[in-house]
């Protein structure tokens, strides 16, 4: 292989790649460098000289002359007879400039040098797609699913960069197929290697939030400002939105005629049902809102332990737990507080904690993820329902009732 050309013997990764000429030429004059260290000890006295215009280098090796028995440092110094076999009146104490050709290196050199090239042509590329994305996360992102796999959907974006959207990360309903565009946020990215690994996520609450400033002019706007987002993505969300300007309502806003505006941003995130509600400071109206569509009749609040007391009316309960306790604990994580809720009438109730003797604690922790932590809240509810709404079997939801009923009978 000769200097002639090298250059454009490596166009392909330039074009491919959209590498920059001069980036080309610091690459490449990088590896000569270390292939020039290994052959000789040190490139320090190397000269490469990079002609962009003709594709073409010249390595240029710099010696002094010294006496012939004298030469200690081969690299450095070079004997008064070999130079004067470059220059025959070359004299002892000048400079020698060498041309050295890449086949004075070697086969094996050159091979490796070719390879250390694309290896660190491919480095530089996926530097530039790791920064070119980190600037991106928490944005959101379109691209094309190319490969659909059981834990994951491979998806390519126009310029053949690949993301990936984890079956974790992927809404419950959703189903995509090969060459079909998917829309998400970029949540992170990470260099695994050498290479960028690029995630995606449709349930992550800033999805809906970034869904929000797309599609409502005030909120991209700044007008209206979304203070909390959160989701059991596919079924239920609540986002708390509020503006400074007492002439717009941020709710009828966001929502728009007939939930116009809004139907778009449900429809991506496959149906979701998204709750939009006032923010205020005052916590108790702020709670009061969140548990909407219940009606609350009193709030008591212990902001030590971040924790609300909830009373309602019999008929309010299942509104305010929801629908496999979905509304109530949103409306927990919407406002930092652990939310108890207990019936109007019901000071004869019995927390269910107090049955920890003859119900183990995994069975009461299930009737607590919807909201039952109760004998009475339990008791009022219908079998099918509550075989449907938790984890548990009918057998143990009997079980249950028969231990609860025992102890009013008593």
Known sequence: MENIALIDSFSEFKDDKLIDRVTLMAILEDVLRNALKKKYGDDDNFDIIINPDKGDLEIWRNRIVVADDEVEEPNQEIALSEAQKIEPDFEVGEDVAEEVKLVDLGRRSILALRQNLISKIHEHDNTNIYKQFKELEGEIYSAEVHHIRHRAIILLDDEGNEIILPKDKQIPSDF???????????????????????????????????????????????????????????????????????????????????GSRIHGIVRELGNENIDVINYTNNLQLFITRALSPARVT?????????????????????????????????????????????????????????????????????????????????????????????????????????????????
């Open 298 to 410: 009193s709030i008591k609040l212990d902001e030590e332990n971040k924790r609300a007391e909830v009373l309602l009316k019999p008929e309010e309960v299942s509104k305010a737990i929801g629908r496999g306790g979905h509304n109530i604990r949103l409306a927990g994580k919407l406002t930092g507080y652990e939310i108890d809720v207990f019936r109007e009438g019901a000071e004869e109730d019995v927390e269910l904690t107090e049955f920890s003797d003859e119900i183990e604690r995994w069975i009461i922790d299930e009737f607590s993820k919807v909201g039952l932590d109760t004998a009475k809240s339990v008791l009022e509810q219908d079998v099918d329902d509550l075989v449907k709404r938790t984890d548990l079997e009918e057998e143990t939801i009997l079980d249950v009732i028969r231990i609860l009923k025992e102890e009013f009978e008593d």
């Open 176 to 258: 995509f197929r090969k060459g079909e565009n998917v829309r998400g946020i970029i949540e992170s990215v990470e260099l695994k290697g050498n290479k960028p690994a690029i995630i995606m996520s449709r349930t992550a609450p800033a999805f809906l939030e970034k869904l929000f400033e797309q599609e409502i002019p005030e909120v991209f706007d700044g007008l209206i400002t979304i203070k909390n987002v959160v989701r059991i993505p596919g079924e239920k969300a609540k986002v708390a939105v509020d503006s400074y300007d007492d002439r717009i309502d941020p709710v009828g806003a966001c929502v728009g005629m007939k």
